[in-house]
């Protein structure tokens, strides 16, 4: 015997031979605004009444309204779904809108039958939709071809939809960490792509860098001329070549003309190794590092990730930098007591296993002091850190599981293939810094976008502007 539990929900019609005059059904749906965004992608009808609250609230109906076929596409799922239900074909279908419908209010939707013809099977039918207040706001007449056979199938399981920001609102939203701070020089390497170009221009454009932009010359205007891009408020230093580029913009760091320095279309390698230069280079007593900051959709916080583009296999003792490199940057990204996850293949310590150990020596080291300013545990298995769930299964008892702001990868290999698998595959909006260089520096990919390379000059902003801070009150 079977329970009701257990029992699954169907949808049935009603045949032509069922339905008298004077029969109805009735749907209640109340308008999200979700509901409009759905319908705003289903359809392609951006029309700003709808999707712009800023155009709304200026126009005569002081607030965004439901696309008038919301109301329609409810009648209809009447139609197709209950009252005559699965089988019935549509002939025509007449409206008249009273009323437009506000998010918050519901709809009651009625459908009763005016007219039956035996010759074709045919049904006219009354589809009302009143408001909460019992005003009409939709009226009509349908007129269908009703099913002859009895038709009850099980409910279909929808997909489940989220609705998640664009990645161009994600974009600003980064961009927004910028805000009441100045703009600050920055020399770009070798900007002889589209890509880096337009990435330095845009950072201009928001107001967030001064670009000197070190290169060949004729070829940085060639390229800005071939894109219509306007070098308006760029200083050009004339190099010829990217190796010259790398030197002379480490240089212009390394004397304080500049305050952040952003790979162009130059090899990485170019670039690092003028900043790791001993004597012309850019080091401090700290290990520097690369961190990923990434907004994923599916994750409620911003996720760093380092380091996944400096150090190959990093020791315990470069991990300690590493460590420390990312705290710091999260606490000028105002992440109070930043949670750092020490990522292995497992969550228990095993001899055989380095990144474990590392990991447990990485929270002893915190405990005594010698990593300050964030929280750590580990080791923690990619699930455990960024799922509650996952670490409540598994008994993992941590402030840090599940909800972690930091993830420190074991190495270079394992973390440049999560970052890229949460970009490519997570739809993942990314920025990428070098730390504990003298200067932040922007070092991102050379197939990145202008706006992921902009994304990453934003954060290196709001490093220079907390240096700037700290040397004012020495």
């Known amino acids: 015997m079977t329970s009701h539990l257990d029992t699954p929900e169907f949808i049935e019609n009603r045949t032509f031979d069922e339905i008298q005059v004077g029969d109805s059904a009735t749907l209640v749906r109340t308008l999200r605004p979700e509901d409009i965004q759905l319908f705003a992608i289903m359809s392609g009808d951006i029309n700003p009444a709808h999707v712009d609250p800023e155009y709304a609230r200026s126009s005569m109906l002081r607030e965004v309204i439901a696309h008038g076929m919301w109301g329609g596409a409810l009648i209809s799922t009447v139609l197709g779904t209950q009252f005559p239900g699965p089988g019935t074909i549509y002939v025509s279908q007449t409206l008249q809108f009273a009323r437009q419908v506000r998010v918050g209010d519901t709809l009651t939707v009625n459908v009763t039958c005016q007219k039956r013809f035996e010759h074709n099977r045919h049904l006219v039918l009354d589809c009302?939709?009143?408001?909460?207040?019992?005003?009409?706001?939709?009226?009509?007449?349908?007129?269908?071809?009703?099913?002859?056979?009895?038709?009850?199938?099980?409910?279909?399981?929808?997909?489940?939809?989220?609705?998640?920001?664009?990645?161009?609102?994600?974009?600003?939203?980064?961009?927004?960490?910028?805000?009441?701070?100045?703009?600050?020089?920055?020399?770009?390497?070798?900007?002889?792509?589209?890509?880096?170009?337009?990435?330095?221009?845009?950072?201009?454009?928001?107001?967030?860098?001064?670009?000197?932009?070190?290169?060949?010359?004729?070829?940085?205007?060639?390229?800005?001329?071939?894109?219509?891009?306007?070098?308006?408020?760029?200083?050009?230093?004339?190099?010829?070549?990217?190796?010259?580029?790398?030197?002379?913009?480490?240089?212009?760091?390394?004397?304080?003309?500049?305050?952040?320095?952003?790979?162009?279309?130059?090899?990485?390698?170019?670039?690092?190794?003028?900043?790791?230069?001993?004597?012309?280079?850019?080091?401090?007593?700290?290990?520097?590092?690369?961190?990923?900051?990434?907004?994923?959709?599916?994750?409620?916080?911003?996720?760093?990730?380092?380091?996944?583009?400096?150090?190959?296999?990093?020791?315990?003792?470069?991990?300690?930098?590493?460590?420390?490199?990312?705290?710091?940057?999260?606490?000028?990204?105002?992440?109070?007591?930043?949670?750092?996850?020490?990522?292995?293949?497992?969550?228990?310590?095993?001899?055989?296993?380095?990144?474990?150990?590392?990991?447990?020596?990485?929270?002893?080291?915190?405990?005594?002091?010698?990593?300050?300013?964030?929280?750590?545990?580990?080791?923690?298995?990619?699930?455990?850190a960024v799922s509650v769930v996952a670490a409540r299964t598994k008994g993992i008892t941590s402030a840090v599981a599940g909800q972690a702001d930091i993830l420190l990868v074991p190495d270079i290999e394992s973390g440049n293939m999560l970052a890229k698998q949460l970009e490519y595959l997570a739809d993942a909006l990314s920025a990428g810094i070098v730390l504990g260089a003298r200067v932040p520096i922007v070092l991102t990919s050379r197939a990145d976008s202008a706006e992921t390379r902009t994304a990453s000059t934003a954060v290196a902003v709001v490093m220079a502007n907390a240096r700037r801070r700290k040397a004012a009150s020495a």
């Open 128 to 384: 009302v939709c009143t408001n909460q207040e019992g005003q009409r706001v939709i009226g009509g007449t349908a007129e269908v071809l009703a099913p002859s056979e009895k038709i009850k199938r099980p409910k279909a399981v929808l997909p489940e939809f989220k609705l998640a920001e664009t990645k161009r609102s994600r974009y600003e939203h980064l961009l927004s960490i910028t805000q009441g701070i100045t703009s600050i020089p920055i020399a770009v390497a070798h900007p002889c792509d589209f890509q880096s170009l337009k990435g330095a221009l845009l950072a201009r454009d928001e107001g967030l860098v001064d670009p000197v932009l070190v290169g060949p010359e004729e070829k940085i205007r060639q390229i800005a001329h071939q894109n219509d891009l306007d070098l308006h408020g760029c200083t050009l230093i004339n190099v010829p070549h990217s190796h010259a580029a790398a030197e002379v913009a480490v240089a212009l760091a390394r004397e304080g003309k500049v305050e952040a320095l952003m790979k162009g279309s130059l090899h990485t390698d170019e670039l690092m190794a003028e900043v790791v230069a001993k004597e012309k280079g850019l080091r401090t007593a700290r290990r520097i590092s690369h961190v990923f900051l990434m907004d994923v959709p599916t994750y409620p916080r911003p996720l760093m990730i380092t380091d996944a583009a400096v150090n190959v296999e990093p020791s315990l003792e470069e991990k300690v930098d590493i460590v420390q490199n990312a705290i710091d940057l999260a606490l000028m990204l105002h992440i109070a007591e930043p949670k750092l996850a020490i990522l292995a293949a497992v969550e228990t310590i095993n001899p055989k296993m380095r990144a474990t150990l590392d990991a447990a020596a990485l929270c002893k080291m915190a405990d005594r002091g010698q990593i300050v300013g964030g929280l750590l545990d580990g080791p923690l298995a990619f699930d455990n």
